[in-house]
């Protein structure tokens, strides 16, 4: 499956930007797209102190797979008292297949304070592919993209608002991520650096039209897997006696 990460800022309004990401999606599609990936909250711009909440984007977007005969991963605010940071894909059907609230919240900026945090890792299908769910902060903890290993994820999508000053360890980290599971990764940035890593940890794909589009190749998730056997190698008996040692 080709898969391709947008980039770039939001528009000025909710509406301009949900206009672009149907020429987005439609341009992904012309170009043979499976899938597109947005950024964390693409639409509205990310505010850990004064998030908004649209609830016209998740059907404008499920209106676009659907128009577009695509799978569409976004990023929006959920919820009416207590919001969540949440990443849903919905599918060529206009469904939603599905919805990951963001486990790790950005404390330095106080997204705390504002969202309550998800506890769940999330999986879905789509075209012969086992992706996982990951937004931005999530990326400096392994143990979520241990865990999508552990559930034979092939690839890891990253929506995310990761700042131009810190650019070289989003790369950097989002190769690592997808080293550590022997996935692909593909993460989609607000500020640039949109990238897909392989398996191997190496950086693949194409930029055009202001996407980075790549093909993600379940065999080559098997083949890494096989020839170096982290996850049958790892001494979980020994970490977990760890975690309890001053």
Known sequence: MKVCCAEGETGATVTKSLLRADRCIA????????????????????SPVHPIAAPEILPALAKSAADHDVWVVGSSMEGEEILQNTAWAVGPDGEVHARYAKVHLF???????????????V?????????????????RFPELFLHYARCGVECILVPAAWPPERLSQWELLARARALDAGCYLAGANAYGGSCIAAPDGSLIGERTGGMVCGEIEPRQVT????????RKDRRSDLYARWETMP
């Open 27 to 46: 341009a992904a599609a012309r170009a043979g797209a499976g899938l597109v990936l947005f950024p964390e909250q693409f639409a509205t711009g990310w």
């Open 107 to 121: 404390t330095p900026l106080g997204e705390e304070q504002t969202c309550s945090a998800g506890d769940c890792p």
């Open 223 to 230: 083949e890494m897997r096989t020839s170096i056997p982290v």
């Open 123 to 139: 999986v879905f299908d789509a075209d012969g592919v086992r992706f996982g769910l990951a937004i931005c902060y999530d990326l």
